[in-house]
């Protein structure tokens, strides 16, 4: 099972685990959270670029254990967010049509 954590106040999604819905290399459920993580990175990266950000983002690819966090600048916080909570709600289509394979938690107190 991957776990899936999205910290909306700490603009973070941390991934942990494999899916194990098919073997290595066809498991369209790993590649789907792959997918989604590595266009969030790209995101990041672009915002980072762009000068948007107060510090370089932390975007980490590792074999069951991804994450990407940033911190934008306050006047680039909202649409920041807005696509963090686009890619996210595949992660969470994808713990309600994979439950068994995809735990989606959503981390927010509202700041």
């Given at each position: 099972?991957t776990?899936?954590?999205?910290d909306?106040?700490?603009?973070?999604?941390?991934?942990?685990?494999?899916?194990?819905?098919?073997?290595?290399?066809?498991?369209?459920?790993?590649?789907?959270i792959?997918?989604?993580?590595?266009?969030?990175?790209?995101?990041?990266?672009?915002?980072?670029?762009?000068?948007?950000?107060?510090?370089?983002?932390?975007?980490?690819?590792?074999?069951?254990?991804?994450?990407?966090?940033?911190e934008?600048?306050?006047?680039?916080?909202?649409?920041?967010?807005?696509a963090?909570?686009?890619?996210?709600a595949?992660?969470?289509?994808?713990?309600?049509?994979?439950?068994?394979?995809?735990?989606?938690?959503?981390?927010?107190?509202?700041?």
């Amino acid at each position: 099972m991957t776990v899936i954590t999205y910290d909306r106040d700490d603009l973070s999604v941390k991934t942990v685990g494999h899916a194990g819905y098919a073997e290595e290399g066809q498991d369209i459920v790993c590649s789907s959270i792959s997918t989604l993580m590595l266009a969030l990175g790209s995101y990041a990266d672009e915002m980072d670029r762009r000068g948007m950000l107060k510090i370089p983002p932390t975007i980490r690819y590792e074999r069951g254990n991804s994450v990407v966090k940033m911190e934008p600048i306050s006047i680039y916080q909202r649409e920041a967010r807005m696509a963090f909570d686009a890619i996210c709600a595949g992660f969470d289509w994808l713990s309600t049509e994979y439950d068994q394979y995809v735990k989606y938690n959503k981390i927010y107190e509202g700041i």
